[in-house]
């Protein structure tokens, strides 16, 4: 239920403030705000949960706590307490692309280059808070920091926007070196395809492929649910354990987008987006029947390198690769195609 209000936030922000950032005269100014606005929500979370608390308490009056009345409930108030802040979540990637990007044809490299930089993030981001930041102040403090952090961000980018430190950010696009001139205008021709294409034609290839990544989409997030509950029964429930998980699953995310970034040079991304998913899901198939050894194949990692005090930085490590090396190929091309 979290997961799912989580990203749906993410994905209505993405939606509504992507439509009004072509619009937008000053994308990085509003995107400074943004950032300050999700901080100051960070800071005030701890007052707002404890009104969704109550607020779950109540319902669970008429809904219950179990069955569908409960997971109703359940989702009801995690969407209340997380819209909010992932709602401004979602819309900082369409406001940055916007900021970043002069010519439309180049979103392809620019989105991919950002969110390898997000995903790279995120990933440091969920091991600090889950190794370190929670268990050295707590989780009120560590939200109390993730939220100066994002408060930090936004003050800085805006102060540099007010003093122009940043106006020539869109004209190097086009005023960059001949060089850069050149390779813009390859990877132009590129995107136009180099054949004719009826442009009815191309709006129904766009129509098939919006539809392709809604439901890519849904099926990553499937096997994300799916992974972490097969992992759990082999790394243990920790918040360690979850930390790692998640980690590996947005590392093989970032370097997607990495792999992205590069595909967008040669064009034909309707191409690149029906052989990754054609990979993702050859991949599991060949994959599935193996898991049904993967308890056994960590029992015989555990028993070569130990599970000892001063063995516990290597023994983290080689869960993480672990994880990592069942997730990344699916999550690699599920990334890499969009």
């Keep these: 239920m979290v997961l799912a209000a989580y990203m749906g936030g993410l994905a209505s922000g993405a939606w509504f403030i992507g439509r009004l950032a072509d619009r937008l005269s000053e994308p990085l100014a509003v995107y400074s705000y943004l950032e300050m606005a999700i901080g100051v929500y960070g800071l005030a979370f701890p007052i707002i949960f404890s009104i969704g608390s109550g607020l779950y308490i109540f319902l669970a009056g008429f809904l219950g706590t179990t069955g569908t009345g409960g997971a109703v409930n359940k989702l009801l108030v995690s969407v209340l307490l997380l819209s909010p802040s992932t709602f401004m979540m979602g819309g900082t990637l369409p406001l940055l692309t916007r900021a970043v990007t002069a010519l439309p044809e180049m979103v392809g490299r620019r989105v991919s280059g950002l969110y390898f930089i997000n995903s790279s993030g995120a990933v440091f981001g969920a091991l600090a808070a889950g190794f370190f930041l929670i268990r050295w102040f707590g989780v009120q403090a560590t939200l109390t920091i993730a939220a100066a952090l994002n408060i930090a961000v936004g003050v800085s980018l805006l102060a540099a926007w007010r003093y122009g430190w940043l106006s020539g950010m869109e004209g190097e ?7 850069e001139a050149e390779e813009e205008e390859s990877e132009l021709q590129n995107l136009l395809w180099k054949e004719e294409v009826e442009e009815s034609r191309l709006r129904t290839w766009a129509a098939f492929a919006l539809w392709g990544v809604g439901l890519s989409g849904l099926i990553v997030m499937v096997y994300e649910v799916s992974w972490i509950r097969l992992l759990s029964t082999i790394l243990g429930s920790s918040t360690y354990s979850f930390t ?11 370097l997607g987008s990495l792999m992205a ?24 198939l060949i994959v599935l029947p193996l898991y049904s050894r993967l308890p056994y194949a960590f029992l015989s990692l555990q028993s070569i390198i130990g599970h000892t005090d001063s063995g516990y930085a290597l023994y983290e490590t080689v869960k993480y690769l672990f994880c990592l090396a069942i997730m990344l190929p699916p999550t690699l091309a599920s990334d890499g195609g969009h």
Excluded at 173 to 179: A, I, L, M, N, V
Aim: hydrophobic share 50%; no cysteine; proline share 5%.
């Design 244 to 254: 790692l998980m998640l980690a590996a699953f947005i590392t093989g995310i970032a």
């Design 173 to 179: 696009d086009e005023e960059g070196s001949p060089h």
């Design 261 to 284: 970034r590069w595909l967008a040079r040669f064009g034909r991304p309707f191409l690149y987006f029906g052989l990754t998913q054609f990979f993702i899901g050859a991949s599991l």
